[in-house]
């Protein structure tokens, strides 16, 4: 079964240092997210991706961040100068459709900003 | 936006038992509530969904009903095992905006 593949599964980093964190969606998904989970609490939606431009983003994802999708395969979420509250860890989705879709999620990225 | 709220944070009952958990919506423009499941150190898996032209739907041990009136909907385990041990995840998203928002989760132990 396709599945959403992520790397690294585990970063460290010191602040103010950039951070590229990689997907590589399903190969047939025209939808991609970026969510993110810090430790405890709720998953929060950061960035949607279609059609290569973004569709959606929340007031999470400011200046700091970025998206590209630079060869048709991969998917990828850059933090321009990680701050310590950028911790958390980082879950790439796809999905075929875009309403009322399953999303179908990578294992994450764990950010660990020191 | 849309904000969805979850409870319990944390469940712990005896095996075959049966579970709920509770989530409420804000926007009553939502129409799609998908229920995904996080085992421990793995993604979130979608497990079921309802679409809000139907209060109620069944898959096995799970079932999900939702109250548009209400804004809430649930997610109901029968016969749990300890294999449904894991975080469950609600969210709601809406015709104007697909993205789903996401509950914070329960953490479901279930005792063998």
């Known amino acids: 079964e396709p599945e959403v593949t992520q790397t690294p599964s585990h970063q460290v980093t010191q602040m103010g240092q950039e951070v590229i964190l990689r997907c590589v969606p399903i190969s047939n998904h025209l939808y991609f997210y970026w969510y993110r989970q810090i430790l405890g609490q709720k998953v929060e939606f950061l960035v949607s991706?279609?059609?290569?431009?973004?569709?959606?983003k929340s007031e999470i994802f400011d200046d700091q961040f970025s998206v590209e999708r630079p060869d048709g395969s991969n998917f990828t979420l850059k933090i321009r100068s990680t701050k310590l509250e950028d911790s958390a860890m980082y879950f790439c989705?796809?999905?075929?459709?875009?309403?009322?879709?399953?999303?179908?999620f990578g294992e994450g990225s764990r950010l660990t900003v020191l | 936006g849309e904000n969805v709220e979850q409870h319990p944070s944390t469940l712990s009952v005896q095996e075959g038992d049966s579970a709920v958990i509770k989530c409420t919506y804000s926007d009553s423009a939502s129409n799609y509530f998908p229920w995904y499941k996080q085992e421990l150190g793995k993604r979130p898996q979608l497990i079921i969904d309802?679409?809000?032209?139907?209060g109620e739907k069944k898959d096995q041990r799970i079932a999900v009903t939702l109250n548009k009136t209400a804004k809430h909907f649930s997610l109901h385990i029968t016969e749990t095992q300890p294999e449904d041990s894991a975080v469950y995840f609600c969210?709601?998203?809406?015709?104007?905006?697909?993205?789903?928002?996401f509950g914070r989760g329960t953490s479901l132990i279930v005792h063998p």
């Open positions: 969210a709601a998203s809406s015709g104007g905006s697909y993205i789903p928002t």
């Open positions: 989705a796809s999905s075929l459709q875009g309403e009322g879709r399953e999303l179908f």
């Open positions: 309802i679409r809000s032209n139907v």
């Open positions: 991706f279609y059609n290569n431009e973004i569709s959606e």
